[in-house]
């Protein structure tokens, strides 16, 4: 056994056989792979129960009464959520905080959100930039620049 344990510690292996080796591994392995798995692929890698049941997935609705009961549905879902979310503010505010939101919420006068303050920001009023003096040239441009800006 000893002299087999020598004879491996003393074997180097060229390119040309480090290459066949790789080829032979690389050509091998998809082979023993296909033959292990085999034909029925359920029974070696199948994972009971994995899919969802047909029954129980979301079905996109295509009619046009389906289509206006969904939308139905999801306008009481927000409003029920609406009106949880707005318990939950009454039930921390004190008492002047509970009046002025009740205001607010009679009237209606609270439009949009933040987000949509941000990306639709108010217009701005541009009845005065017509009226605003345009230069003639580049030069009458720089000129009255540098004087404002050594004012």
Known sequence: MSALLR???????????????????YLM?????MLYIGIDTDKKLGVPGFWPDPARL???????????????????????????LTE??????NDEDKEELKKILESGSVKGS??????????KDLSQAAFMPVPENATQAAAETSAELAK
């Open 7 to 25: 004879r491996f510690r003393n074997w180097k292996i060229t390119n040309s056989q480090l290459e066949v080796g790789r080829f032979t591994m």
């Open 29 to 33: 392995s998809p082979i023993l792979i």
């Open 58 to 84: 979301n079905r996109i609705p295509k009619e046009p009464a389906e289509i206006s009961r969904e939308l139905e549905r999801m306008r009481q879902v927000r409003i029920a959520k609406r009106e949880r």
């Open 88 to 93: 939950r503010a009454m039930a921390l505010l």
């Open 114 to 123: 933040v987000s949509e303050q941000y990306y639709y920001p108010p217009k």
